[in-house]
């Protein structure tokens, strides 16, 4: 079964300063990778998705993320942080068999901005 | 488009009382999810259904849950007798059926039991 590590539980930044949050996966075949976002009190957002082709993808809000194949990761990042990024990001991870669209989460980054 | 439609969007209820939580996906998509989630657990899933067809309910904690979906356009998760441990967001989440489809989640129902 497929599974995604978020090793950072809280990460604190600086605002302007840059980001990486880390996230591995395991799963025997390519996988369906997402970051999602979740500000206090609210839902899911997606950021971005990787699904084939160029490993780096860009998404919403300034963010991009790279897929690296080699090292089973899919690590978000941002050049310059803004304090409404403060907000908890979680990866998940898709299998590639058509009819079952579950996803798995990690257990997400709680991110901080300090001015 | 409006989005996924959870209501109510706080519920506080006494341990032993029926909770209904409902959801309208997105028109259109044809999966919907149920997740919880909790300080201790984060978000687990709970359900899926494809074309309102229940696919995978083995995340359902025990008997007292049920999910419902009677049409494209509705779906309730009902916990009865309700129990303090139950306490936890309550998520929907569409999706268009596909490989890789990214899901929509909902605004989340807050439940309370006391």
């Known amino acids: 079964a497929q599974s995604v590590t978020q090793p950072d539980i809280h990460i604190t930044v600086s605002e302007g300063a840059s980001l990486e949050l880390r996230c591995n996966y395991s799963?025997?075949?390519?996988?369906?990778l997402f970051w999602y976002v979740q500000s206090p009190g609210q839902g899911l957002q997606l950021l971005l998705k990787?699904?084939?082709?160029?490993?780096l993808v860009q998404g919403i809000k300034g963010f991009e993320a790279e897929f690296k194949r080699s090292q089973s990761s899919f690590n978000l990042r941002k050049p310059s942080v803004h304090w409404s990024d403060a907000a908890e990001y979680f990866c998940?991870?898709?299998?590639?068999?058509?009819?079952?669209?579950?996803?798995?989460f990690g257990t997400g980054t709680r991110l901080t901005i300090i001015p | 488009d409006a989005g996924v439609i959870q209501s109510p969007r706080h519920e506080v209820t006494e341990m032993g009382q029926e909770v209904t939580l409902r959801c309208k996906p997105i028109?259109?998509?044809?999966?919907l999810f149920w997740y919880r989630q909790t300080m201790m657990r984060g978000l687990e899933l709970l359900i899926y259904?494809?074309?309102?067809?229940?696919?995978?309910d083995s995340g359902m904690p025990e008997d007292r849950f049920s999910a419902k979906m009677p049409n494209a356009s509705f779906s309730t998760l009902k916990i009865q007798p309700s129990e303090p441990r139950d306490s936890a967001v309550y998520f929907c989440?569409?999706?268009?059926?596909?490989?890789?489809?990214?899901?929509?989640f909902g605004p989340g129902t807050r439940l309370t039991v006391t």
């Open positions: 799963y025997g075949a390519t996988p369906y």
């Open positions: 990787y699904f084939s082709g160029d490993t």
């Open positions: 989440a569409s999706s268009l059926r596909d490989r890789g489809s990214e899901q929509y």
């Open positions: 259904f494809n074309n309102n067809v229940p696919i995978d």
């Open positions: 028109s259109g998509h044809n999966s």
């Open positions: 998940a991870v898709g299998i590639s068999n058509f009819g079952n669209e579950k996803l798995t």
